[in-house]
């Protein structure tokens, strides 16, 4: 059974950085492409960036630029480096798993095209 365990969140600054990690505990967590989603409250599911199996990334325009997504195969679990972080970037964010994903499939951006999710981690930043 696949599980994804989201860790890092808190309350910050405006400015400040966090790091949030997804662990996982698929065997084949190479082969998965991984996602960070966000959700504001009373907002939809809204894409943060996504990495593929070749380590190809993803990035919303919204993040690009003060925000980086990277995987450490060995040790099945994915990150996401937050700097400079805003008001706006509060939210619970997700980690999510494409455990079916091929070599050309795409870089999803849609919740529904992925299989297995975290249980969120919250993140707030102070103005």
């Known amino acids: 059974q696949v599980q994804l365990v989201e860790s890092g969140g808190g309350l910050v600054q405006a400015g400040d950085s966090l790091r949030l990690s997804c662990t996982t505990s698929?065997?084949?967590?190479?082969?998965?492409?991984m996602a960070w989603f966000r959700q504001a409250p009373g907002k939809d599911r809204d894409i943060v960036a996504v990495?593929?199996?070749?380590?190809?990334?993803y990035y919303a325009d919204s993040v690009k630029g003060r925000f980086t997504i990277s995987r450490d195969n060995p040790k099945k679990t994915m990150y996401l480096q937050m700097n400079n972080l805003k008001p706006e970037d509060t939210a619970v964010y997700y980690c999510?798993?494409?455990?079916?994903?091929?070599?050309?499939?795409?870089?999803?951006?849609?919740?529904?095209?992925?299989?297995?999710w975290g249980q969120g981690t919250q993140v707030t930043v102070a103005s």
């Open positions: 990495i593929g199996r070749n380590a190809n990334t």
């Open positions: 698929g065997r084949t967590f190479n082969r998965w492409q």
């Open positions: 999510a798993a494409d455990t079916s994903a091929i070599l050309t499939t795409p870089l999803n951006t849609r919740p529904y095209d992925y299989s297995h």
